[in-house]
């Protein structure tokens, strides 16, 4: 799949997931306005809450890009995670909306009126979503921000719910069992209601500052290893991920007869390997001299410096 220029900001993207979700609002109300289904009803109203979590995500954003103040010293980063426990909360209603539309339609069954019209209509608005929702993911994945995440996880989840739709209320006329067209809805529901859980879960994690799984973890105690020489230990590392922001703190014994400028130069050099591995990081080092080190369970040992190279002689 070729690479769309995409706007430099996360504010730009959401701007265009604002303008995507209408379109697909449109095509997918004028699939049931012409076919009368209740599972294509139902597939619309989730779609009205992709047009509300999108222009949510943009405000999300817009706070989140604000540069820190006296009042928010670590920056706004944050706002992306209520943004998509917001996102999360309106699925979750979402999927009770259309559990009542398909609870309706299996005690009033109708037969749709024109069902290929519909069909067509809401196939269209599902390649959209497709292509939009990939790019989402994959440019929330590249940029960190957990926004755009949920944005395109919610915009793949309407995906798969179209093809699954497209795919049963063709086989409607077919079967000749309108109830089927509440089965539908009824999936569409339950499948809603899993994305709805999994996008609040993980931005509730956020929230709570769960440290980033083992494998970011080990990977920054090898960078401290790597570049620490010169000291002699690393211990209480603690490390969280906000949005596009990673913080990482930790204690840095070196010798007790180690100058200060010594000191800084390590702790420098480690900071900018981290950022280069990382990107927007925040690192926080307490220095300690030997002497007064504390024990702690997770110590990173630290190799001594390379040997200097020989210098050839003529």
Not at 266 to 280: K, N, P, Q, T
Request: charged share 15%; proline share 5%.
């Amino acid at each position: 799949m070729p690479e769309l220029p995409l706007p430099k900001s996360n504010r730009g993207i959401a701007v265009v997931s604002l303008f995507v979700s209408l379109v697909a609002l449109g095509l997918k109300y004028a699939a049931f306005a012409v076919s009368g289904s209740v599972a294509l009803h139902a597939d619309a109203i989730e779609t009205i809450i992709n047009v509300v979590a999108a222009a949510g995500g943009l405000w999300a954003l817009s706070v989140a890009e604000r540069p820190a103040d006296h009042n928010h010293t670590y920056g706004h980063y944050k706002a992306e995670y209520l943004s998509a426990v917001a996102e999360g909360t309106l699925v979750v209603i979402t999927a009770f909306l259309i559990a009542r539309e398909a609870v309706e339609g299996w005690l009033h069954p109708h037969p749709a009126l024109a069902p290929w019209n519909g069909l067509l209509l809401n196939a269209a608005a599902t390649c959209v979503n497709l292509g939009w929702g990939l790019v989402m993911l994959r440019a929330g994945q590249a940029r960190h921000s957990p926004a755009l995440v949920a944005g395109g996880q919610h915009v793949l989840s309407d995906v798969w719910t179209g093809v699954a739709l497209v795919a049963g209320v063709a086989l409607i006329p077919l079967l000749g069992w309108p109830q089927l067209d509440a089965v539908l809805a009824g999936l569409v529901a339950i499948n809603v209601l899993r994305v709805g859980w999994e996008v609040m879960r993980d931005s509730i994690a956020g929230l709570m500052d769960e440290a980033p799984d083992r494998q970011t973890r080990s990977e920054l105690r090898q960078i401290i290893s790597t570049n620490g020489y010169g000291a002699i230990q690393a211990h209480d590392i603690r490390t969280r991920i906000v949005g596009a922001m990673t913080f990482l703190e930790f204690h840095l014994v070196v010798p007790g007869s180690m100058s200060v400028k010594a000191a800084h130069d390590i702790c420098d050099r480690i900071e900018h390997a981290v950022r280069a591995h990382m990107g927007s990081t925040l690192v926080h080092i307490h220095v300690e001299p030997e002497t007064c080190a504390k024990q702690d369970a997770t110590v990173v040992a630290i190799p001594a410096a390379p040997a200097p190279q020989a210098s050839s002689g003529t």
